[in-house]
């Protein structure tokens, strides 16, 4: 996995666009063979369910 950031910068409420625009960068990077940004923003809403002890450091168990 090279990426585990968020979709993009909308959220509910906050009246941004749906757009995938920081899934799309990761997945273009990827394509084009380029280092994928390691600065990535923790995705916000439902998360993944983390096995104990398997979880990233930023979700503070």
């Known amino acids: 996995m090279v990426y585990r950031g968020q979709f993009d910068d909308s959220r509910p409420g906050n009246d941004v666009p749906i757009t995938g625009k920081d899934l799309k960068a990761a ?3 990827v394509l084009r063979d ?3 940004d ?3 923003k923790p995705s916000i809403g439902c998360n993944i369910k983390w096995k104990e002890g398997n979880e990233p450091p930023y979700f503070g168990v």
């Open 27 to 29: 997945i273009e990077d």
């Open 34 to 36: 380029r280092n994928v």
């Open 38 to 40: 390691t600065q990535q």
